[in-house]
């Protein structure tokens, strides 16, 4: 099996998740990359595509990457926000990746917490529709943690699994 770890990360914070996912991965066929240096997906049979959640959604790179992954390939999405991890608001993020991918098959979902800068936050703190979340990103210093980057290498054993389940039965008569 061919797989592609590939992220979109602006400090650091999913990419630090993906090479854990990528470190998680015992194949030998795999590749890390960041979604600016993949040409296509064509060859690749599972795809882990990670981002950080803004505005309560995927980021603009991360919708056009998703968009032109081709009808039919498994995927496992993973993402960091500074909203609690499990809270309604990073899973809305979630849903909106869905709804980017139909046609593809989604293997299961990852999240955690990413750390935002401290001037950043308190510009968030200051706009009514982002202050929910910047109020939660305020207990998020020091994300992803070891414990983090520990769940997203789990993370990537299960998505293995799974994926392995499905391919074999792709091969079924
Ligand atoms: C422009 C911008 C918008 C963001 N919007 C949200 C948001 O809506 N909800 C949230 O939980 N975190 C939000 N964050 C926090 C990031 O998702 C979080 O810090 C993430 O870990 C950054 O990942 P990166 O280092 O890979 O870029 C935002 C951060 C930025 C810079």
């Known amino acids: 099996m061919n797989i592609l770890v590939a992220y979109y990360s602006q400090t650091g ?10 470190a998680g991965i015992r194949h030998t066929q795999k590749k890390l990359l960041a979604i600016e240096q993949v040409e296509n997906c064509d060859a690749y049979d599972l795809i882990f595509c990670g981002f950080p959640v803004q505005h309560h959604s995927v980021p603009a790179k991360m919708t056009h990457f998703l968009q032109s992954i081709p009808q039919g390939k498994k995927l496992a999405l993973f993402a960091t926000h500074g909203s609690l991890r499990g809270g309604e608001k990073a899973i809305a993020a979630f849903y909106a990746a869905f709804s980017l991918t139909s ?19 308190d510009e968030w703190m200051e ?17 992803p943690d070891a414990a983090d980057l520990e769940d997203a290498g789990s993370f990537a054993v299960l998505m293995l699994h799974s994926a392995e389940q499905f391919h074999g039965s792709d091969k079924k008569p």
């Open 13 to 22: 914070n999913t990419r630090k998740v993906a090479e854990a996912i990528f």
């Open 127 to 143: 706009k009514p529709q982002e202050r929910a979340w910047a109020l939660e990103a305020q207990s998020a210093s020091g994300h």
């Open 103 to 121: 046609g593809r098959t989604i293997l299961g979902t990852f999240g955690c917490r990413g750390q935002v800068k401290f001037q950043l936050l």
